[in-house]
């Protein structure tokens, strides 16, 4: 706080009375301003004169960097900013009370004052003082201010705005025009954000003494009047405060001197976008783990894509509800393990097949006509349900050439889990009051492929009917059959090369022969593998849109594993990605993620993704791949050194950690140690590790040194001094392990750190002038130094977006993965409010918007894929960065305790990392304080602790 210390000579009336120290709280907006505004001084001054000490503080601005929110997450925040902001108002008069006798100020003669977020703070202490709120409980029993002055200020209630003991007498000043503070008052259901209209009836109606004065016509800059109404707070104070006059005020004052000026709205200020209720958007959550729903009678056109995949096939299916109500969709089949021409990234055999199956059904011997889509559900298959009337006996379209429905039609979309197969599955219902004669003929068809385009020559895709009838059905009764798409080899004599740019070799492939499987069981093998993914780390929170997109988000992550015969290989998918692993996707992304879910697929292909990878380490320490594609038998080091090493560090030091297998972690101990090494080696005279580009490729500059490969590395000496301790590497290794990272952080701060377009963050690259999405990296690495401000930079105007961040302030670009990054980055580093925001509008769009249900790779580029890893960086962001967990040990790990302002408590129950079992609670005290159970399930029973984190952490050992 700072004090401006009056006249001696005026700080006792003539009548003997003391004038009161008053303590100013400055506005804007919660978001901006301190103490120290300049501007205020010259009525400090003045007040002085006047033999008035005048203090001022700070307090927490709860509102700093929130741009982009919808309202009701606004109103959330706002409730939250306004109450950090009392509790540091509060925490202030607590020390003046303790010391104010030893500073000359009289403890219990305090008015307090304050303009715009200031004001909006002295108006709720007082409230919260009269109703004996658990806030006002720091203060001593009994205390108030001599009085409250609000230039442009409201009370926040939720329910009537009341006052149970008898408030100070206050002065209010506000405009009538107040595009900023309510005049009169705003409600959104219970909740009230009250202005002076409402706040004058509910003080004089608890006995107070209130003067306010309305400004016609002024705006927001009251807020501001402090140094043209000198006179009415000397008046207020000499009068009403220290001599107790009970005169009421409510007057109008008309000056046209005063100052007036454009303030904007609360729209210009913080960017707030309109609510989406989850009632109102395209999809809603299904209740017990059904995933989404969309009522198909609304919204139409209406076009979408999603990918599905199993160990041996992947599917694109693009589906649409026409304008007249009927469904339409287009398989792209993509089989990983029939290679093409050139055994490239890419050379996965894709065809695309729209075959109308409905379209040769028929009910009493007439074709099905005029569907109309009811629903559509999404929930690791895709669930489309219509409603077919038949054609009947009439030619053309006269009177009665129309029946009403007859058959309720629902069709499941999804992929084998383990065999090379798509199934489309028909469940027919008679909707009639009749019996109705349905047959579903026999259909197969069968596409080749260009002989000379497989590196095996010939395929063959077959859709083929799996249940063809003729039967009659009873009202009621239903009837179901399945088509199979699946793809083979034709076999015979093949001369082609086997890998890209490899001599053509002749050899024999033998023919196979198309699958039967058994439908059924495929169907239960699917809803299991979903049902599975359900029960184990699971998320439960008070946002249900959380908790879904998180649910999905593990599907997601965890079907696109495929297994090959360089065994499993989880790929990203999208057309494009099978069968092939990367530094940044497997290793960096999505490995460290599977522990846990423990799901077994998931594990093998994270520890094999790094066998393959160890496969290229070298003694002259020679660029590790990028990529290892084809099954495994190639490589793709197109651009060079992305930093790939660093990435594969970080990524199975913490997979190593978080798994919790000493024999797994003594096998990865070299490929850490290789990749350490090989940073540490291109280490530049500035201490940061140079590599060629980064995981973007090139798409944008990167410069000679990259933010994102120094922060892996870091992340990956400590993680590998924590691991080293774990399966008995010398002290001397993990020690120097852990000096090394604290001088990778120092560089890091030295070479990268500044400000950038008015942040105090990170430049990107020596000679970076713009903002970039990945100056997020040192958050998610723990580095807090520039904590505020880079969460600042990426949760502003300059880089955030309703798609999320954008990679480059100024571009149009952006990839999900950076934005994940940054809000994991942003929850771990302490501000889970802001980053909730963001967080909770980012998974409304991506869960319940256009496209459904997933996070995507990027836009323009790629049309928004499904690419499997960001699933993965979606799940992270919950697990390391709103539960702040951070491996230690194999079976310990620390925890940054955090609870968004508005959540009593959340939980991860079955978290499977750790070799354990074991649930998570965060939850808040009755004394607003936070307190984490830890609930270990084990053979003998449930292990129950509970902790108390000290300076915001907790370490836990299972």
Not at 777 to 799: F, H
Request: proline content about 5%; aromatic content about 10%.
């Amino acid at each position: 706080m700072d004090i401006y210390e009056p006249d001696a000579s005026k700080v006792t009336c003539e009548d003997g009375k003391q004038r009161p120290t008053i303590v100013h709280v400055f506005g804007g907006g919660f978001k901006e301003g301190s103490r120290a505004e300049t501007w205020l001084r010259p009525w400090f001054r003045e007040m002085n004169a006047k033999g008035y000490r005048m203090i001022t503080i700070d307090y927490r601005l709860g509102l700093k960097g929130v741009r982009g929110v919808t309202q009701s997450e606004f109103a959330r925040l706002l409730d939250n900013a306004i109450n950090l902001a009392v509790e540091d108002l509060f925490s202030a008069t607590e020390y003046l009370l303790k010391n104010g006798a030893s500073m000359g100020i009289d403890p219990n003669n305090i008015v307090v004052t304050g303009s715009s977020a200031g004001a909006i703070t002295v108006q709720q202490a007082e409230w919260e003082i009269c109703n004996s709120t658990p806030m006002a409980a720091s203060l001593p029993e009994g205390f108030n201010y001599k009085g409250v002055m609000a230039f442009a200020g409201a009370v926040l209630v939720d329910g009537p705005l009341g006052y149970k003991s008898a408030p100070c007498p206050v002065m209010m000043f506000h405009g009538t025009e107040d595009e900023l503070v309510p005049y009169d008052v705003i409600r959104a259901g219970k909740v009230s954000f009250c202005g002076p209209c409402q706040i004058q009836k509910a003080l004089e109606s608890a006995g107070g003494i209130c003067r306010f004065y309305r400004f016609p016509g002024i705006n927001h800059a009251v807020a501001g009047y402090m140094p043209q109404t000198v006179g009415k707070q000397v008046d207020f104070i000499e009068n009403t405060v220290m001599r107790g006059s009970a005169e009421r005020v409510d007057a109008e004052i008309v000056d046209s001197s005063l100052p007036t000026y454009k303030t904007g709205n609360d729209n210009e200020l913080y960017d707030i976008q309109p609510d989406t209720d989850v009632a109102e958007t395209r999809w809603k959550i299904g209740r017990g783990g059904r995933g989404i729903l969309w009522n198909a009678s609304v919204g139409l056109p209406h076009e979408d894509h999603i990918e599905m995949s199993g160990e041996k096939v992947s599917c694109v299916l693009r589906w649409g509800v026409t304008a007249d109500h009927a469904f339409r969709c287009e398989k792209s089949l993509v089989f990983p393990m029939l290679r093409t021409i050139p055994n490239n990234t890419h050379a996965s055999m894709n065809f695309r097949i729209a075959v109308d199956i409905p379209s040769i059904l028929a009910v009493n011997g007439r074709s099905l006509i005029r569907e109309k889509v009811d629903s559509v559900r999404i929930n690791g298959m895709v669930e489309v349900t219509s409603l077919w009337s038949k054609a009947n006996d009439f030619i053309g379209i006269g009177p009665g050439a129309v029946e009403s429905a007859c058959i309720r039609m629902t069709r499941t979309i999804f992929p084998s889990t383990t065999l090379p197969a798509v199934y489309e599955r028909f469940t027919l219902k008679n909707v009639t009051g009749d019996n109705l004669l349905v047959t579903v003929p026999q259909f197969c068809q069968t596409a080749s492929t260009d002989h000379y385009a497989g590196v095996d020559g010939t395929y063959l895709v077959r859709a083929e009917i799996d249940g063809d009838v003729t039967a009659w059905m009873a009202p009621g009764e239903e009837l179901t059959f399945t088509v199979v798409y699946q793809a083979y080899r034709e076999g015979g004599k093949v001369t082609s090369p086997l890998l890209a740019g490899a001599a053509p070799v002749t050899r024999d492939i033998p023919a196979e022969s198309p699958l039967h499987p058994d439908v059924d069981s495929e169907f239960v093998a699917r809803q299991a593998f979903v049902l599975g993914l359900g029960s184990n780390l699971v998320l439960d929170t008070p946002d249900s849109v959380l908790n879904e997109m998180f649910r999905q988000s593990k599907i997601r992550a965890t079907e696109s594993i495929f297994r090959t015969k360089g065994g499993l290989m989880h790929g990203p998918g999208g057309e494009s990605y099978y069968a092939a692993i990367w530094a940044n996707d497997q290793a960096e992304y999505i490995d460290p993620f599977f522990p846990y879910l423990g799901n077994a697929n998931g594990n093998e292909s994270a520890l094999n993704s790094f066998r393959h990878f160890a496969r290229f380490m070298t003694h002259d320490y020679k660029p590790i791949p990028s990529s290892i594609i084809a099954e495994g038998e190639d490589i793709w080091d197109g651009c060079g050194d992305r930093g790939d090493a660093a990435m594969i560090a970080y990524g199975a030091s913490r997979y190593a950690l978080a798994r919790g297998d000493k024999a797994e972690a003594k096998e990865l101990w070299p490929l850490i140690q290789w990749c350490l090494e090989y940073c540490r080696r291109n280490i530049n005279e500035e201490g940061v590790v140079a590599s060629d580009t980064d995981e973007l490729e090139n798409r944008f500059e990167s410069g000679d040194a990259n933010l994102c490969t120094s922060t892996l590395y870091y992340d990956a000496l400590l993680s590998a001094s924590y691991l080293g301790k774990e399966i008995g590497v010398s002290a001397s290794v993990t020690k120097d392990y852990l000096r090394r990272s604290k001088e990778m952080a120092s560089a890091i701060e030295n070479y990268f750190g500044g400000q950038v377009s008015g942040y105090e963050t990170y430049r990107y690259y020596k000679g970076n002038t713009l903002l970039r999405s990945w100056i997020c990296m040192p958050l998610i690495a723990g580095i807090a130094d520039r904590a505020a401000g880079t969460s600042a930079a990426l949760t502003g105007p300059e880089l955030m977006t309703e798609n999320g961040c954008l990679t480059e302030q100024g571009s149009d670009v952006f990839w999900d993965r950076a934005t994940l990054y940054a809000l994991r980055g942003i929850f771990y580093t302490g501000n889970p409010d802001m980053a909730l925001g963001i967080l909770h509008r980012f998974s409304q769009r991506r869960l319940l918007g256009d496209h459904v249900p997933y996070a995507v790779e990027a836009w323009p580029e790629g049309s928004q894929r499904h690419l499997s890893a960001e699933s993965g960086l979606y799940c992270r962001v919950i697990t390391e960065g709103l539960f702040g967990i951070r491996p230690t040990g194999l079976r310990s790990f620390m925890m940054n305790v955090n609870l968004p302002s508005g959540w009593n408590e959340m939980s991860l129950h079955h978290i499977r990392a750790f070799g354990s079992d074991f649930d998570l609670k965060v939850f808040r005290t009755s004394g607003n304080g936070l307190r984490v159970t830890v609930t270990e399930h084990t053979a003998s029973g449930d292990k129950v602790k509970e902790l108390t984190p000290r300076q915001g952490k907790i370490s836990v050992n299972l």
